[in-house]
């Protein structure tokens, strides 16, 4: 008898893509088929059930998911999708207004309430299934996973709404996290993405405390070859240890610093609630800067926040310059019902305005910003930048990322396919960086330099780590 299917429909975050995973992998367990959907187009077959995991973060997101439910509600109308489940940040946030206006939806779930997803599916699981959960479905390649390490968020940004979604900071426990990821290498996983609201603050609500440097330092000992790259970071306290982990070439944790900023002028910090004046942002990124010279430091911030002047974002481009930003996220304000902001600022930017800022911040990124980084690239990695490998595009050609560069956010490298060789999405090798295009890294792969991708090396022993630190200068 065949089995029935679910399909699964990820929108928002990685930390989201987690959730959605793991809700894929409990209901293989219970033996449903799972179909992941990047949109309700890919509907080929006639689905027991339709989850959709949406965002809330933003307007533009918040309207994004609604669409999806609507559209979904078109195809249970055709019969074509028995039940409708929606879960996710949008629930928290909007559950009682859709449930009026869209009583179609037969189950509203909040984040991570994945029991209250079994019981709806009809299936009684014997214990709850709050916990993280070890993960058999994948919906990325797979030689890389995100990794969620905490749920949640304590702090008070003015402009956010993730505490209102997902609630207070809540760390999984260390033995949970280190156990999910040497499975997930075990299964031939060659980068494990760190993810969390604020893995800043990891560890801190745990009994005994714990911190992320130790949680890095037990990470950095699980078998196999592997990078660990590390996202999301706030600023303040900033855990310093990781600096040298970073710099370890004995160490997984990549040269690769995601420090949303936010913004640059004083006044805004401070309407933002960000607890982190200018002073004290450029004082820890040139400490980062000296301690691992060939370190990539990616940003985020937020243009049109109430009360910015064009003198701010004059100060914004400058700032980025001199901090020596590689990558950078660019997000436009959003005036989110509920977060302090609304309640105490006017959204007097028009948005045709925050949009015209969008624009130049992202032509200088493009233009200015990122050429410059791709210099640093060379000049700090004369003997070839690791890279791995993340697509076999054609005969001839790669699709692959330096250590520089996350998934789906940061550059993409075009690397020539060696003749001699045939490697495989996950291989581990040298690059040089050739020309840009755009924000398209090109390249060549440097001879001898290839690790196969079934090596079981640990990562002490791992030239490629060792080659690339050792072209950095011994910087106290």
């Known amino acids: 008898m065949t089995k029935p299917y679910i399909g699964i429909l990820q929108l928002g975050c990685d930390k989201n893509r987690v959730d959605s995973e793991r809700i894929a992998s409990l209901l293989t367990q219970y033996g449903f088929q799972i179909l992941w959907l990047h949109d309700l187009n890919q509907i080929h077959q006639p689905l027991y059930a339709l989850i959709i995991n949406t965002c809330g973060f933003i307007l533009p997101a918040q309207q994004q998911s609604i669409d999806t439910i609507i559209e979904a509600i078109h195809k249970k109308q055709q019969g074509r999708i028995q039940q409708i489940l929606v879960m996710g940040c949008l629930v928290p946030r909007f559950q009682n207004q859709l449930q009026h206006e869209l009583p179609e939806v037969d189950h509203w779930i909040k984040p991570e309430d994945f029991t209250t997803t079994l019981r709806a599916l009809g299936i009684q699981p014997a214990q709850s299934c709050h916990q993280p959960l070890s993960r058999t479905f994948l919906s990325t390649p797979k030689h890389y996973a995100y990794v969620k390490i905490s749920e949640g968020c304590n702090r008070k940004c003015a402009f956010c709404a993730i505490p209102l979604m997902r609630g207070k900071h809540r760390s999984y426990p260390p033995h949970l996290i280190l156990h999910e990821c040497q499975q997930l290498i075990n299964r031939g996983v060659r980068e494990l993405l760190l993810v969390a609201q604020d893995p800043t603050a990891y560890g801190q609500d745990l009994q005994p405390p714990t911190s992320l440097t130790h949680l890095l330092e037990q990470l950095g000992n699980l078998q196999g070859t592997y990078w660990l790259r590390l996202h999301y970071l706030h600023p303040r306290p900033f855990p310093k240890p990781i600096l040298h982990m970073m710099r370890d070439p004995a160490h997984p944790l990549v040269p690769y610093l995601d420090m949303p900023v936010q913004h640059t002028a004083n006044h805004i910090l401070q309407s933002m609630r960000r607890g982190t004046p200018l002073a004290y942002l450029s004082s820890t990124i040139e400490q980062a800067r000296s301690t691992v010279p060939n370190l990539c430091f990616r940003t985020a911030v937020i243009i049109g926040f109430p009360g910015e002047s064009p003198h701010d974002l004059d100060l914004l481009m400058k700032t980025l310059e001199n901090w020596q930003v590689d990558r950078l996220g660019i997000f436009t ?144």
């Open 333 to 476: 304000y959003s005036h989110e019902e509920g977060t302090h902001a609304y309640k105490t600022l006017r959204d007097h930017i028009p948005h045709r305005e925050k949009i015209r800022r969008h624009q130049i911040l992202s032509e200088f990124y493009q233009q200015v910003l990122f050429p410059q980084s791709v210099q640093r690239m060379r000049s700090t990695h004369p003997n070839g930048i690791p890279t791995i490998i993340d697509e076999i595009y054609d005969d001839q050609t790669l699709i692959a990322r330096t250590w520089w560069d996350a998934p789906e956010i940061d550059a993409y490298l075009w690397l020539s396919k060696p003749q001699s060789t045939n490697p495989k999405p996950g291989t581990f090798l040298l690059t040089t960086i050739t020309s840009y295009i755009d924000l398209d890294l090109f390249g060549e792969p440097l001879p001898n330099t290839i690790q196969p991708h079934n090596s079981h090396t640990n990562t002490a022993t791992n030239p490629i780590h060792q080659t690339a630190h050792a072209t950095a200068p011994d910087t106290p």
